[in-house]
């Protein structure tokens, strides 16, 4: 009985030490892999200090944690605002007629704690932004909503000489109809793609746009979506378009960079019928030395528990 006993145990502690060898060995096949850590950004603009950018102009960004640009003078377009935002929650950026007129044309790029990121690693890379629209019975404007990833931190998603982009954007197609696309730049030459159906924007609702982007060498294959949140962006309504197996020709930003910097715009026109921003977010892809890490760790455990 006693010999029988001491098989037993034996087997029990074989197989233990077979599935935890089998475990490290994957383990360590994955360190081969290892990336830098991924973190992510949600400026959920409740309070005044989430949205800072000092005095600018129209070629040179504040200081704060976005950089805004633009074309012109419409750097005074994007003021923190106590209304209520996604949510029903206080706090939202309002979308205002500069004070020098023109168009309402900005766009703000991150540059606050961990802005920047490398997206030739931990690919794919996500950004979004929810904007309101007026109360207005046809909603226009040249492009509601533009986010993406761009080579400097203080540039617009605009035609320029070296500039370096990749966006997804809805798109006026018409007086009331938009489409959305993905739209880029390399090397200051812009170009769009994967342009959907036309759709029209209701008045008085919180829309969300998503763009994820993934490093496919020379180029960026991208999906995108425009998701209905309804009047008080509580909760999801429906998707009005989607975009998938999308493809951007940018060739900086998959292969010489190493750093990019997401960021949105919004350019509502002289009629301003795009009136809020709300919760801008940044996600990379867990990156594979976490999960490497978080797997390591669960073989300690479990070494641990079978000792």
Excluded at 25 to 35: E, Y
Excluded at 222 to 245: E, H, M, P, R
Excluded at 261 to 279: E, H, K, M, S, Y
Aim: hydrophobic share 40%; with cysteine.
């Amino acid at each position: 009985m006693v010999e029988l006993m001491k098989n037993q145990k034996q087997l029990i502690e074989t197989g233990r030490s077979r599935a935890f060898a089998a475990l490290a060995t994957a383990a360590c096949a994955g360190t081969l892999l290892f990336a830098s850590p991924a973190r992510g950004v949600l400026v959920e603009l409740d309070t005044t200090a989430e949205y800072t950018n000092g005095t600018g102009t129209a070629t040179t960004p504040g200081t704060g944690n976005f950089n805004e640009s633009g074309a012109t003078s419409y750097l005074d377009a994007l003021t923190w605002s106590g209304s209520n935002g996604v949510g029903a929650v206080a706090g939202r950026l309002d979308v205002n007629t500069p004070t020098s007129g023109g168009n309402t044309d900005t766009t703000a790029t991150y540059a606050g704690a961990g802005s920047s990121f490398d997206l030739t690693i931990d690919s794919p890379h996500t950004t979004s932004v929810f904007f309101l629209t007026s109360a207005a019975t046809t909603i226009t404007g040249v492009i509601p909503a533009q986010v993406g990833f761009s080579e400097l931190n203080n540039q617009p998603f605009l035609t320029g000489v070296g500039q370096d982009w990749v966006t997804a954007a809805v798109v006026t197609t018409g007086t009331g109809t938009f489409n959305l696309r993905g739209r880029f730049a390399n090397n200051g030459t812009q170009g769009e793609n994967n342009a959907t159906a036309n759709f029209s924007l209701a008045s008085s609702t919180w829309y969300k746009l998503t763009g994820t982007f993934t490093d496919a060498g020379s180029s960026f294959n991208f999906s995108a979506a425009l998701d209905n949140y309804g009047a008080d962006g509580t909760a999801y309504v429906s998707t009005l378009a989607s975009i998938v197996g999308g493809s951007l020709a940018q060739t900086s930003l998959s292969t010489t960079d190493t750093e990019a910097f997401g960021g949105f715009r919004v350019n509502a026109n002289t009629t301003n019928q795009i009136v809020a921003l709300d919760n801008f977010e940044l996600i990379p892809e867990p990156s594979t030395g976490l999960m490497v890490l978080s797997g390591l760790g669960m073989l300690t455990l479990f070494r641990r528990r079978s000792a």
